[in-house]
């Protein structure tokens, strides 16, 4: 199994050995604090803090904007599912869950609170998760493309918004299927790019469409696509999940629908594009496709001038995929 953060941080008194044992307490104890030394090392760029576990698997800040905009992300997953926080059928039942890129944790917090006979496991590249959880949760700090040494299968893993990050999805998700028990479920949620308009208020030649495909294009060149949603159901098949599903979503990128739910989630993901424009581009088109910094900021900010435009009718497509494995 891989060490939790709280095993990482466990305090060892070196009393309770004797000599022998004392000298392995010390080796371990220097080999834990080098670890969790790694786990908590971050680089800052452009105004911006990332991870440096694994880096180069993850372009996106681990700092306190982008934890404040992914708990935007999730109060507007929950309102686009009418408060629910998946679409597996059983959600319910499940009693071993794998929250896969937790983030801050809070839909792996929210799905134990909810359902307290569930175990619920997190596991992200960065420690951003609270200290302060229910007991019936727990979080690992690891790289969930790395070998899995769970030694029970889970009954529902949960992926929400991993484009971008995997170098083979197909891989992974071969990889969840052989780590759940018979009957349970795949849940992946994703955007699919690029941003859309159903009317042709937004422009082909527009910056939030140019942003869409350069962040295409920059995760490709990284040889980790953020386009392959649409793949996901076949991809579900061949891996041997039975009673594929997806689900399709518009988030709006401001208050322009007219239908109340819908201009209400526009009010939420405007929150989080706004605040995430310069997070989600700047070390992935620096870095993958050789802008400078102002050309990034230049771009976020014809950008941030559409979503604030309620003329431009734009949205964002969603879809989540979900498949069960056979009994």
């Known amino acids: 199994m891989t060490t939790s953060e709280h095993q ?4 060892l008194a070196a009393d309770d050995f004797d000599d022998i044992e004392s000298a392995t307490v010390v080796t371990n104890a220097t080999s834990q604090t080098s670890l969790r030394s790694s786990l908590l090392a971050y680089h800052e760029e452009n105004g911006r803090r990332y991870h440096t576990h694994s880096a180069g698997r993850y372009f996106f800040p681990n700092d306190a904007p982008e934890f404040e905009r992914l708990e935007l992300q999730h109060a507007l997953s929950l309102l686009t599912l009418d408060g629910d926080l998946c679409l597996s059928p059983n959600k319910a039942d499940a009693k071993r869950v794998l929250d896969v890129g937790t983030g801050t944790g809070v839909w792996a917090i929210d799905y134990a609170t909810a359902y307290p006979e569930a175990k619920v496991v997190g596991i992200d590249l960065s420690p951003a998760q609270p200290s302060f959880i229910p007991p019936n949760c727990s979080f690992e700090t690891d790289d969930i493309e790395k070998e899995w040494v769970w030694a029970q299968p889970f009954d529902l893993i949960f992926v929400r918004m991993i484009g971008g990050s995997l170098a083979d999805t197909q891989g992974f998700i071969k990889r969840a299927f052989e780590n759940l028990a018979p009957g349970g479920y795949l849940e992946m949620m994703d955007i699919v790019l690029p941003v859309a308009s ?15 495909h350069l962040t295409v294009e920059a995760t490709a060149k990284f040889g980790r696509p953020i386009s392959l949603a649409p793949q996901y159901p076949s991809m579900f098949e061949a891996a041997g999940f039975t009673g594929v599903t997806t689900k399709n979503f518009k988030w709006p990128s401001s208050i322009w629908p007219r239908d109340k739910k819908h201009k209400e989630m526009g009010r939420w993901n405007f929150a989080n594009i706004d605040s995430g424009l310069e997070g989600l581009t700047l070390a992935l088109f620096t870095h993958g496709l050789g802008m400078s910094k102002e050309e990034t900021l230049a771009l976020c900010h014809g950008a941030r001038k559409e979503i604030n435009d309620v003329n431009i009718h734009a949205y964002w497509p969603v879809s989540i995929t979900y498949g069960k494995k056979p009994e």
């Open 8 to 11: 990482i941080t466990a305090n």
């Open 198 to 212: 159903d009317d042709g208020t937004l422009k082909p030649d527009s910056n939030l469409v140019r942003m869409s």
